[in-house]
C-alpha cells in the first residue's frame, strides 16, 4: 500500500479514485478527517492540495478504487476539476515523461516524505466520532466474498418479491425488494450490501453509476436455503434541502415488478460483518434504511435461535424515524418476542410531541448500554444518515465516562477489536 507522498526532487505521489471502479457510495468523503475528499455529479476526487496521506480513507472502501497513486511534477498535480472530468485513471508517466512535464530525475538517494499535517489550533480539540470505528471485523465473523461481479462485469438477477415495507397512504415510503440470483454463485452476509446499476443514461448521455445498497437478509437467504437477497431501499422524492428531486435508482428499485432483471454488482464490505461467537451481544443502533443490516443479523440470530443450536446474547435495538408510519418493518418489529431482542423507538416529527432521536433513547438507557460497554463480548453497529453517526458515539462516550471509564482507552478497544462499526451516509 502507498502513501501520499512527496519526492525531494518535486514529484508528487498523488493519491486518485479510479472512476471506473468507484460505486460513489461516499465511504471515503465522510470518513477523510481533513475533508480532502470531494465529489460533483460524476466522481469522487481528492485534492491533492489537501491530502495528508493519513491512510484513513483506505480501509472502508468497499470496492479499492480508493488506493490508487501516479507519481506527477508538484506543479503539474491533477485538479479537482480534471479528475472531476475523468471516465478513467491517466497512465503512469514515465521518468522521461516526468522530466518533460517539469520534474528532475529521480535517484536511488532519493527520498520519500510524508506530507506534514495541518497543525491544529492551540486549545482546540475536536470529537471526531469516524476515528473509532472499526476497519476490521469481529474475531468471529465469518469470511466475506468481495467484488465477485465489479462495474464493468455486473451479474443478472431477478425481482422475485417487492412491497412497501412503511405504512401505505403516506409519501415517504420504503421498499423491501427480494433479488433472485438462480444458479449464478453470490454468497452475502448480513452487513455487506450490493450496488444496482439503473438503466439509462445520464444528462451527460453516459450510463448511470451503480448505487449501493446494504443486504436487510440474513446469509442464507431472504427465503431460508435460496440463492436470494434482500434490500431496503427508500423512494427519494427530495433532496436534504427539501428541494423536489427523483432520485434514479430509488425510483427505480421501489418500481420494480416481479419477473423484472436487474444488474447487480458486488457484494461489498469486509469489515461490518456480525459476530458469530456464543453469547456475543449486538447493540443495533439505525435509522431509516440503516436498518437493512440490523434487520439481517436480527433475522439470522432468530433462525439460530429457533434452530436450538446456538446461544446468543443480548440484542439491542435503537431505531429512529421521523414517525412510526415511515419506520420500515414497523409491524414485524413487534411481533419479535422481549426475551429475544430489546427495541427501542425514537421518532423526531410526531405530530404534539418532542422530537426524540436514537441518541437521548441510549441515555436514558444508560444502565443496560454501560453493562455492555464493560463486557468484551459487545459489538455496536450504527447505521444511517451521516448526521446521526457523532452524536451516537459521543452517547455512548458520555456513559462510559460518567460510570468512570476512560474513553480514550475504551474507544480505541473497541475499534481496534472491531467492536464498533459505522457506516453513515
Given amino acids: 500500500m502507498e502513501t501520499h507522498t512527496l519526492i525531494d526532487n518535486g514529484i508528487l505521489k498523488q493519491h486518485l479514485i479510479d472512476p471506473e471502479i468507484c460505486i460513489r457510495c461516499n465511504t471515503c468523503e465522510a470518513t477523510c478527517p481533513v475533508n480532502a475528499i470531494t465529489h460533483d455529479d460524476n466522481n469522487y476526487v481528492v485534492r491533492a492540495d489537501v491530502c495528508n496521506g493519513c491512510m484513513a480513507c483506505i480501509s472502508p472502501c468497499p470496492t479499492g478504487s480508493i488506493d490508487n497513486w501516479r507519481a506527477v511534477p508538484v506543479a503539474r498535480a491533477y485538479t479537482i476539476d480534471e479528475q472531476f472530468s475523468?471516465?478513467?485513471?491517466?497512465?503512469?508517466?514515465?521518468?522521461?515523461?516526468?522530466?518533460?512535464?517539469?520534474?528532475?530525475?529521480?535517484?536511488?538517494?532519493?527520498?520519500?516524505?510524508?506530507?506534514?499535517?495541518?497543525?491544529?489550533?492551540?486549545?482546540?480539540?475536536?470529537?471526531?466520532?469516524?476515528?473509532?470505528g472499526a476497519t476490521v471485523p469481529?474475531?468471529?465473523?465469518?469470511?466475506?466474498?468481495?467484488?465477485?461481479?465489479?462495474?464493468?462485469?455486473?451479474?443478472?438477477?431477478t425481482v422475485v418479491g417487492n412491497f412497501n415495507c412503511t405504512e401505505a397512504g403516506f409519501e415517504s415510503e420504503t421498499h423491501h425488494v427480494v433479488l433472485d440470483f438462480g444458479s449464478m454463485p453470490f454468497p452475502v452476509l448480513e452487513g455487506q450490501s450490493i450496488g444496482i446499476i439503473p438503466p439509462g443514461t445520464d444528462a451527460l448521455g453516459k450510463p448511470h453509476h451503480?448505487?449501493?445498497?446494504?443486504?436487510?437478509?440474513?446469509?442464507?437467504?431472504?427465503?431460508?436455503?435460496?440463492?436470494?437477497?434482500?434490500?431496503?431501499?427508500?423512494?427519494?422524492?427530495?433532496?436534504?434541502?427539501?428541494?423536489p428531486v427523483r432520485g434514479v435508482a430509488s425510483n427505480y428499485v421501489c418500481d420494480l415488478k416481479v419477473g423484472d432483471k436487474v444488474q447487480v454488482v458486488g457484494p461489498f464490505g469486509s469489515s461490518f460483518l456480525m459476530p458469530n461467537h456464543p453469547r456475543s451481544h449486538i447493540v443495533m443502533i439505525c435509522t431509516g434504511t440503516g436498518s437493512a443490516p440490523m434487520r439481517a443479523m436480527t433475522e439470522w440470530r432468530r433462525r439460530l435461535r429457533n434452530s436450538g443450536k446456538f446461544e446468543g446474547g443480548k440484542l439491542m435495538l435503537f431505531f429512529g424515524a421521523r414517525t412510526q408510519q415511515e419506520l420500515p418493518y414497523f409491524g414485524p418489529l413487534q411481533s419479535l418476542p422481549k426475551d429475544f431482542i430489546d427495541i427501542n423507538l425514537a421518532f423526531s416529527r410526531t405530530p404534539g410531541q418532542p422530537k426524540r432521536y436514537v441518541q437521548d433513547l441510549?441515555?436514558?438507557?444508560?444502565?443496560?448500554?454501560?453493562?455492555?460497554?464493560?463486557?468484551?463480548?459487545?459489538?455496536?453497529?450504527v447505521c444511517g444518515l451521516k448526521g446521526m453517526e457523532e452524536g451516537v458515539v459521543m452517547a455512548l462516550r458520555d456513559i462510559a465516562q460518567e460510570a468512570g471509564l476512560s474513553w480514550e482507552a475504551l474507544g480505541a478497544a473497541l475499534q481496534r477489536e472491531g467492536r464498533l462499526h459505522l457506516e453513515t451516509y
Fill in 86 to 132: 475523468w471516465e478513467e485513471l491517466p497512465g503512469e508517466l514515465a521518468p522521461h515523461e516526468l522530466v518533460a512535464a517539469g520534474g528532475e530525475p529521480a535517484t536511488e538517494a532519493t527520498t520519500l516524505q510524508q506530507a506534514p499535517e495541518a497543525p491544529a489550533e492551540p486549545g482546540t480539540q475536536v470529537f471526531r466520532s469516524a476515528q473509532y
Fill in 138 to 157: 469481529p474475531w468471529s465473523a465469518a469470511h466475506p466474498y468481495t467484488n465477485l461481479f465489479p462495474p464493468k462485469s455486473p451479474t443478472t438477477a
Fill in 210 to 243: 451503480a448505487r449501493q445498497y446494504s443486504v436487510a437478509s440474513p446469509r442464507n437467504g431472504e427465503r431460508p436455503g435460496y440463492n436470494n437477497l434482500a434490500l431496503t431501499v427508500k423512494r427519494v422524492t427530495v433532496d436534504h434541502d427539501g428541494n
Fill in 362 to 381: 441510549m441515555r436514558e438507557r444508560d444502565a443496560d448500554l454501560l453493562a455492555l460497554l464493560r463486557d468484551d463480548n459487545s459489538h455496536f453497529y
